[in-house]
């Protein structure tokens, strides 16, 4: 395995410090702080179980540098509060102690600053994402933020850890002092690019004056800004050459948000690329990089020099050292959904524990039981009804935990829905969790019984300690609906994907799923030349589906030239004539009016979008017959994929 990894496990010299391997847990925010805004036991062990899988690098989440950015309290900083270094000393040695480095990323957010209270800062008087207009920093306030990331880096040290990130991405006040669309000034911090650098640059010499040679000091820029950050890669290469002329900047990193599953693997490493052919100091890329066979091979072209592999840490943080051990079967690969990641943590005014949709021990791992496996008391025999993921992960826990398992899937193979929504263009990632999984059944020896439907009587033959019944759901299905019997009617979306019924060439789909199901479908069509038009009722469709992900596949809704119309329900259908309602709103509440909003003249096929209901008759006729029978996963509700999993993951902690 060294020899296969001899790049990706190799250490490196950043500044004075030695990174032991080139896997970097990235700044991000998994909304696990203590209320005070520093690292507790839940935040701790969340970074601890990286370390303990073996990561080089482990980099905290943002920490505010100034009043302005916000404040906490009555503090200006979160190392300012009572305590506050003295308990982030306590987590950063809980990391060393595997022998992984800490560093704390060091942030301002300017015209992007949330909480503060009163008008924030930045570059230029500007106009906010809310409206407001932005204050001007004059000069002595620009000094008076420098100072601040350079007292707050000393901070970092007396707290022992081993270097500091300036978090110079993602439109926050660095990279607003970078752009000229948002740096307007005419002093030495404006105009061409050795003024709009001359911030960041200042930054990174203070810090070194507060802190010395021997810790080191990084800076994650965004290279190449893709929705129009006022600047380019070209640009991005002239500002490195200046960020490292002094010789205190020990790497720079790269962030440009976090590539869905429509994204290729490895899509944003042009990034780093890029920066390596201008400094001589380490580079750190990342986007999409989740596999240490990726990793290693983007390492060997000289891409980049170390790498962030978050969300891949996120879904298996023992990634490292599986790979180190030769087990890369195991690895449980990140599938670029951000179900579990980036949409639990980026609801506005909500923000959840991270977690991951098929990894339900991210964001527990302080939890006894989740992170290390506890054995069962007693072994009992257990039997899972449903291969889909909410009885895979049952599947798998109970036996790890030491009970005997049978596992019965009714169809010819492992995965339940995500097998049918992997059809759809650039969803072919869902496939990971069921080759995940059916790798695990074989490697636990799980006894997996396929083509095996279960009655009341099958389980009485089994005479089974427990029951675990993972059913699913099944379509919900339009009733009352003129017309909704005919031949052109596929009555659930499902069975488009699964190769079920013909469709024509003119489609209208109508959607009332709210999540991808609808729009997947949509796009699959599109894709094989189809004519498609999607109908809902709210005003955005798929309101439940993940942001970023929902932002490409609209994307592409738009190249296959899908036409997604709001406000329409179906009313009826006569042959190849679609009647359509309009959906009116009254005391916040969408009501669907018989008023006639549209007709629609030469539908081929009309695909319904409606959803799907518990199917739970086996677990009702079972629940009283049995001590333990449980329900798990969309038998137990119908919901997303990550609690279905979670589900699964919880009952067979209990057994």
Known sequence: ?????????????????????????????????????????????????????????????????????????????????????????????????????????????????????????????????????????????????????????????????????????????????????????????????????????????????????????????????????????????????????????????????????????????????????????????????????????????????????????????????????????????????SEGCWMRVSQDGNPQGISCTYNPTAGKEERPGWLEMVPAEKKKKVMVIGGGPAGLETARVAKSRGHDVTLWEKGDALGGMTLVGAKAPGREELLEMSRYYIYQMKLLDVDVRLNSSVTTETVKGENPDVVVVATGSIPMIAKDIPGIDQDNVIKHVRGVLSGEGDVGENVLIVDNQRHIEGLATADFLADQGKKVEVIYPLDSPAPFMESITKMALRQRLGWGDVKLTPGLHLLSISGNSVTLGIVEQADGRSILSDKVGRVIEGVDTIILSYGGVEDNDLYYALKDEYPEVYAAGDCNGVRKMLWAVNDGATIARKI
């Open 1 to 337: 395995m060294a020899e296969q990894f001899k790049h990706l496990f190799s250490p490196i010299k950043v500044g004075n410090i030695t990174i032991p391997n080139r896997i970097v847990v990235p700044g991000h925010f998994p909304a696990l702080r203590d209320p005070d805004m520093l690292p507790g036991e839940r935040l701790t062990a969340y970074w601890e179980s990286k370390a303990k899988g073996g990561v080089g690098m482990v980099c905290s989440g943002i920490w505010s540098v100034h009043k302005s950015a916000p404040p906490h309290g009555d503090y200006d900083t979160p190392l300012q509060t009572p305590g506050g270094i003295e308990k982030l000393k306590k987590a950063a040695g809980r990391i060393q102690q595997h022998g992984t480095k800490m560093f704390i990323q060091l942030w301002h957010g300017g015209a992007n600053s949330y909480g503060v209270g009163t008008q924030v800062w930045a570059p230029s008087e500007i106009q906010t994402a809310t409206g407001s207009k932005t204050h001007a920093m004059t000069n002595d306030e620009v000094k008076e933020v420098i100072e601040g990331f350079a007292a707050e880096a000393y901070r970092g040290q007396q707290a022992g850890l081993d270097g500091v990130e300036i978090h110079g991405a993602h439109g926050y006040l660095i990279t607003q002092f970078m752009s000229p669309q948002t740096n307007h000034r005419t002093d030495e911090y404006g105009g061409d690019h050795a003024g709009r650098i001359k911030f960041a640059c200042d930054i990174i010499d203070a810090i070194r004056a507060s802190v010395g040679k021997d810790f080191a000091v990084g800076i994650r820029i965004s290279a190449d800004p893709i929705s129009g950050g006022g600047y380019t890669l070209d640009d991005t290469k002239i500002f490195a050459e200046m960020l490292t002329r002094s010789g205190n900047l020990d790497y720079i990193a790269t962030g440009a948000g976090i590539p869905p599953m429509y994204y290729p693997l490895g899509s944003l490493m042009y990034h780093a690329a890029g920066i390596k052919e201008v400094v001589d100091i380490p580079v750190i890329g990342g986007g999409r990089v989740t596999d240490p066979v990726q990793a290693e091979q983007i390492l060997e072209d000289n891409q980049a020099d170390l790498l962030f592999m978050n969300r891949a840490l996120i879904c298996d943080p023992e990634m490292p050292n599986k790979a180190r051990e030769g087990r890369l079967e195991e690895i449980r690969h990140c599938m670029g959904c």
